[in-house]
């Protein structure tokens, strides 16, 4: 026996609908199969063929050119219909000639060796399914696009009677192919169905009873389309909305990985609710979560939205590897993008091409480099809280334009000073006694004892760290590093970006070494992304870098020079306090070094800060030749190490090199210039005044922008980085180099089209791309029918699940792009068909027919999601609180979950407010998510997920009875029914009953509701304590005036009917 | 019946009355749910076998192990100072590692930089134990009591250098979050024997900080979240929302639920809709949980001798001699898979002094627990796993002293070992060379072991799939053989 249905009903198992799954597999794919027994029917190479070759046969004879196996591709009709035998005429497939075709033979021959699929495949092909592709040949083998690659054509919606229910053309689709499967469409659901039915729908909230009354009793004919737009007008449709995109933009509170450090992401997470709110149409929606920073002029909504590319997991973890890392976060960018705008499974092709789709793992590469292009570091800070770059600072109100004048007046000052130096003549004279440049510290390295080396002032003497030695130096001696030990000048060099200061230092370098780290006054390298200042060797160049958080946070200078090895050079760093990189200049034996700048953009400042959360704040010590998991000064030797408080001009950088360097070089002539930059800075009083204003302002502007929070956002670098396809994924292991790109064979990239992300996200929203749209349609669908007519929303491609109505799907697209993308009005459309608003009860014929109410002959049903059955918890009893977006909310988690896993973190629960908001609010962290959440099956948020699965465990049973949270709710609702009607049961359980499922009980209903209560209320009242301590479960003090053991029975009431399966459906 | 059915996503074929007892407590509700049974191709076969509950009807060849009970060391335990004794190491310490025995292969960026790496031999001594002669340190003393029952596996090696990524592969096959832990496929492969507890379980040592957990790690990936572990904690509840409010007690809340399923019974009758059916079911399957979950966590009625044979912590709950114990409890209650976790194993500094503080809190009660079970009679068909996420290098991380040092994370060897369920016992498989650096025979890797791991069970490791985003993923991804060797 084998029998397999063309497409699988599923690609994941519902729990609560396993026993479903049986009929439906039994009955076999409804449509799709009964198709086929039609003899004289024309098969349909899309629907039909290509799916079973897909699934059966794609893996090796698909478009993976590796895995490719006898040469033959079966996914492209050229290469199926070429010749294979010559003299017999034959080949994989000859069009209408199955006796010529090898497929044809292959599939059925009884000779294990010649079979396909092969035995070790562990695939094979029914009867039916061989039957199938034999007509398919015989019927002329044609081959068409897969349906989702063809261009979106609007059809026309089908003629129906006129005495049809259909009122829009959804309707008409619909009932067409309910005609086809000889069905009825079921009646139109009560309007108490209905109104819950829109209210969860748009809002992700039960309507209020008052709500309820009010429809009931609109009598008008436009009282349904009023609630639509009531209910698309309100600010929980943006909140609903957003919280449904959640999912797949893999948003958290947290970074992702082991330490799983929090990061505030609310920012984007409030501006797309803001952007359902305000309706901003769905192609703009994507443009500008792609590549909003690239608009003309954005505004900076437009720039927070690209925030999405950033959501990805990131590490700190010590030791990783920091380009590998990186290759992952523009991977997930790429997939993420894949599932999510396209519906295509693009992760696939990452280490290899696809194996079903027309991917190339080139086209993979070529998409990451859309992605690769940022100022970005693989690694977040672990010793610091820097936000990592390229970041957007998150202005409140009037912060920005403040901000704006004191770089203007910076600039203005700058600029004046510039004038000021230009305009000043030569000094007529030489002068004869110019005072030297004195140090604030230095470090003559004479003598070691008590593993110190004291400092020429006697203040500051430096401590050193796994016993550097002394040698004979430049003068005197010096001393010399392992690589793996240091030397702390414990006090020394305290300098923020304002501050102007200067280095002298000779060094002795004994080998190249790819990086050596000469001196710094950081934490770490990667471990704090290099917050601080540092000189370093690289491959003997010396650089010179002040940095808030490497590499978008940061100026840094290189040399173009290389230093000797085994000789001694003097190096001078002098550096302005302007955050600019040309304010650096490098001295080596007093000459100016050309420099290259390296990055060029500080908008932060270098030191830790106890408010930015930063670690070890006033620990952190000027530090030579060595650093926490950093490549040190192997076998090089320092001398003379000098540090300057000021800014030291180009001649006295000369003096301080033949100074330091031996005795009688000192009375170097200035040249002219040199002389008057001298003047300029010691004597010239109004310059010198006019620094100083500078030096102010800069301190005002840095204090200033250090307290604007900042986001992780897209920027792009000015220069492309390179990308390069990575054999099998791996990101050391680099192949050919590639330029941006897309799948062309689903759209063409267009000749106009920019080479970046914006050129992406426009050929993502063009009216041509066959996906977008679709894609989008289908998820809307979705939310509204509990399955997509795609059921694989995250797989448009040739494995994907089937549309059960394409000309829907397209018609749906086609209008939604026509209304320029505009999502309410798709909502709109949904909600107004006759469809829609179907009973969704069905009779066990219909249940047999179409378990899974793929033809729609009845209205949706489905469980709500995790946040859903949360919110309507805290609407029921009246806690929920309005608040629209800010930073997420810590509601009841049982005590201890995130101490267990290791992290050494503490779930600190919220006291009022935050106990109560929006589940979409809820603060998640993704190595250990709100439980509650985890048991009615939302996903990790670790990456991209575009479908939930609905299960049905008895944790979820438990949860729902036992949980706090919904203890509380519970008893809060028993708290406002009593209250009103204290002495009449009946129209309390009414109340309640109607408040959570939306509709009066029925005689029974209350009958067994009455009962209920009895039964609890003689428990409560022989044991009134423990009806005390139930009531005091939650926050939420109770009333006391109420009756304890009525109060109590209410409660379990109330919780009883929480649990009633209407409770957590929608129908 | 085809066994390559299970690799659909819908088990449908596969499923069995088992099955639907399972999942919808049918045994003990007492709920008919024959309207849902209608005469279906397939099905009938499918009642025909009734014992197994996942979507492997039948075993793809005759199961050793019934089930699993994996004592994971998180943080990757040093085998240089456990298993694999290297003197050369000792002979040669302080001398920088040579470059011919790294190959270039990559360091982690903590010691990568160091400009020497310099050989660290261990500390602790060895000796041989049991009739293999195995090396075991002393750090091990109960362990080497064992060891006859032990199938050590000193050839294992990783992909990943960092934790998260490896723990992740060593639990779910991949590096990458997103797909199933072990213990859900084998949940979903295998179902479970026990209609009154989880298939998988898992049980952590609270308080140890150090490399982090994550709940990936025995979640269900795409799977259905069905199959993900269910967490058993020390204190009061041992499952999340399990204990009933304060001020209601069981009586109160059976009368609660009767009157539930009264009300689920009208709407059922009215609308025909069977998921009520699931409905009222995962609600008495609740409640049997409320009753059976602190039933297993009770220990105190095992008698003194037992907590003797596991240690003194045995009588702490939430430590990982409590652990064991509980591990054992479970295990004779037909849990498939139960996953422990003992943190604190990341000896990058101080190692001595670490990993003598890590044995002394596992080496009792790991040894005791293969002891128990086969004293019960159930090692045999309970495969236990020792084993981390890597091992540590050979040089020191940091200074190298007379009586210190630290080691870095290393995935080119480490030690697991095996017991019980299928393997062979007192066996000793792979091999390092004299540094301890590189595997020089019969190297297993993580799919391997997973391969392997499975073929215990019964599955054929290429066959237990579920189809996602277009493909059929299995635990070992595209690679993995069994190391038949291990194989009893």
Known sequence: MDFRPFSRPSSKLRFSRLALAVVFFVVGLVSFALNAVEPAEKVNFSFQIRPLLADRCFKCHGPDDKARKGKLRLDLAESAYAIRDAEKREAAVVPSHPERSQLCWRISTTNEDDRMPPAASNLSLSSEEKELLQRWVKQGAEYTPHWAYIPIQKPSPPKLADDSPAQNPIDAFVLAKLQRENLKPSPEATRETLIRRLSFDLRGLPPTLEEIDAFLADKSRDAYERLIEKELASPAYGEQQASLWLDLARFADTYGYQSDVDRDFSPWRDWVIRAFNQNLPYDQFVLWQLAGDLLPAPTRDQILATAFNRLHRQTNEGGSVEEEFRAEYVADRVATAGTSFLGLTLGCAKCHDHKYDPITQKDFYRMSAFFNNIDECGLYSHFTRATPTPTLLLYAEDQEARHEKLKAEIAAKEAALALLARQTESPANARSSIPRPEPSARYSFEEISKESTPDNFGSNAAQLVDGPSLVSGKAGRAMLFSGDNYVVCKGAGAFNRTMPFSFGLWVKPAEYQPRAVIFHRSRSWTDSGSRGYELLLEDGRPSFSLIHFWPGNAIKVQAKTVLPTNEWSHLAITYDGSSHANGLQLYLNGEQLEVEAVRDRLYKDILHRAQWGDAEVGSIELTLAGRFRDSGFKNGAIDEFEIFDHCLTPWEAKLVAARTGGAGKEAVPPSDKELREWVLRHENTNYMAACAELRKLREEENTFANDIPEIMVMNELPTRRPTFVLKRGAYDARGEPVEPGVPETILPFGKDLPKNRLGLAKWMTARQNPLTARVEVNRVWRSHFGHGLVESDEDFGTQGRLPTNPELLDWLAATFMDSGWDIKALHKLIVSSAIYKQSSSAGPELLAKDPENRLLARGPRHRLRAEEIRDNALVVSGLLATRIGGPSAKPYQPEGLWEESGTGKHYERDKVEGLYRRSLYTFWRRTAPPPSMLIFDAPTREVCTARRDTTATPLQSLVLLNDPQFVEAARVLAERVLKGNADDLDARIRTAFRLMTGREPKDRELEVLRGLYEEQLNLFSAEPAAAEDYLKIGERTYDKALPLPALAATTVLASTLMNMDEFVVER | ?488
Not at chain 2, 78 to 103: A, C, H, I
Not at chain 2, 188 to 215: C, H, M, R, W
Not at chain 2, 446 to 473: P, Y
């Open chain 2, 1 to 488: 019946m085809n066994t390559n059915l299970c690799t659909g996503p819908l088990p449908a074929a596969g499923l069995t009355r088992r099955h639907f007892l399972n999942r919808f407590g049918l045994g003990l509700g007492g709920i008919a749910l024959s309207h849902l049974l209608n005469p279906a191709r397939g099905l009938a076969e499918a009642l025909a076998n009734p014992h197994h509950g996942g979507v492997i009807a039948h075993p793809h060849f005759p199961a050793k192990a019934k089930r699993v009970i994996y004592l994971f060391m998180a943080g990757g335990p040093s085998q240089l100072e456990t298993f694999d004794y290297k003197p050369m190491l000792n002979q040669r310490n302080g001398e920088d590692l040579p470059t011919s025995v790294r190959m270039g292969q990559r360091l982690t960026g903590m010691s990568g930089n160091q400009a020497i790496l310099p050989l660290a031999g261990s500390l602790f001594k060895f000796k041989q134990h049991g009739k293999a002669g195995l090396w075991v340190s002393e750090l091990l003393p109960h362990t080497t009591k064992i060891v006859d029952e032990l199938c050590v596996v000193r050839s294992m090696f990783t992909e990943a250098i960092n934790h998260d990524p490896a723990i992740t592969f060593m639990q779910t096959g991949s590096e990458i979050s997103g797909r199933p832990s072990i213990g859900a496929w084998l949940n979903y492969g295998l179902g479970s024997d026990n209609e009154n507890l989880p298939a998988f379980v898992v049980l952590i040592t609270p308080g140890k900080v150090d490399q982090p957990l994550y709940s990936r790690l025995w979640g269900s990936g795409f799977l259905p979240s069905e199959y993900q572990g269910v967490q058993f904690r020390s204190g009061k509840e041992p499952v999340l929302y399990l204990g009933n409010p304060a001020g209601i007690s069981t009586a109160g809340r059976r009368l609660m639920l009767d009157r539930l399923r009264e009300l689920h019974e009208f709407q059922r009758a009215e609308s025909a809709d069977p998921e009520i059916d699931t409905r009222i079911s995962q609600y008495e399957m609740a409640f049997r949980l409320q009753a059976s979950v602190p039933e297993v966590t009770d220990v105190s009625k095992e008698p003194q001798s037992i907590f003797e044979l596991y240690g003194p912590d045995a009588k702490k709950p939430g430590t990982f001699a409590a652990n064991c114990l509980l591990a054992r409890r479970l295990a004779e209650r037909g849990v498939k898979f139960i996953q422990l976790y003992h943190q604190g194993w990341d000896q990058h500094g101080n190692l001595p002094k670490g990993i003598k503080t890590q044995c002394r809190e596992t080496d009792q009660a790991s040894a005791a627990l293969i002891t128990d079970l086969k004293q019960r009679g159930l090692l045999e068909d309970t495969l236990v796993i020792w084993g981390g996420e890597f091992g540590r290098t050979n040089y020191s991380q940091g200074k190298l002293t007379s009586d210190d040092y630290g080691r870095d994370h290393h995935p080119r060897c480490f030690t697991t070992w095996m017991a019980g369920g299928g393997v062979k016992p007192g066996f000793v498989y792979g091999e390092t060379d004299e540094l301890g650096y590189n595997v020089v025979k019969d190297p297993v890797h993580v799919h391997d072991f997973h391969a392997t791991l499975l073929r215990l069970l019964g599955i054929d490791h290429e066959q237990l799939t579920f189809k996602h985003q277009g493909r059929r993923f299995r635990l070992t991804d595209v690679s993995g053989n069994v190391a038949e060797a291990l194989l009893a």
